[in-house]
């Protein structure tokens, strides 16, 4: 069993920053996928970034040169920046990692992007 915790949600002014967090603990031997999602109310859940264990990247359009997942093996923890963050962004954000070809997913966590 994996389990994922993320952090770094909060309230945010449009044109701001946040940084998001997804540390995971458990049995983790093969690092498949690792990646954010977001779900929007009324909305069905959307990929956000995803990073491979090879370390290769793919980011929905919506946030192409804003966004930027990266990850850090030895702390098992994989991190969203975004910038230039806009109202539309406002979401939970769902940290799914794809461990030993089985899927985890986060509880998630806010994203407000309000003035």
């Known amino acids: 069993q994996v389990q994922l915790v993320e952090s770094g949600g909060g309230l945010v002014q449009p044109g701001g920053s946040l940084r998001l967090s997804c540390k995971a603990s458990?049995?983790?031997?093969?690092?498949?996928?690792m990646g954010w999602y977001r779900q929007a109310p009324g909305k069905a859940r959307e990929m956000v970034a995803v990073?491979?264990?090879?370390?290769?990247?793919n980011y929905a359009d919506s946030g192409k040169g804003r966004f930027t997942i990266s990850r850090d093996s030895a702390e098992n923890t994989v991190h969203l920046q975004m910038n230039r963050l806009k109202a539309e962004d406002t979401a939970v954000y769902y940290c799914?990692?794809?461990?030993?070809?089985?899927?985890?997913w986060g509880k998630g966590t806010l994203v407000t992007v309000s003035s």
């Open positions: 799914n990692w794809v461990v030993n070809y089985v899927q985890y």
């Open positions: 458990g049995s983790i031997f093969t690092i498949n996928v």
């Open positions: 990073i491979t264990g090879g370390g290769t990247t």
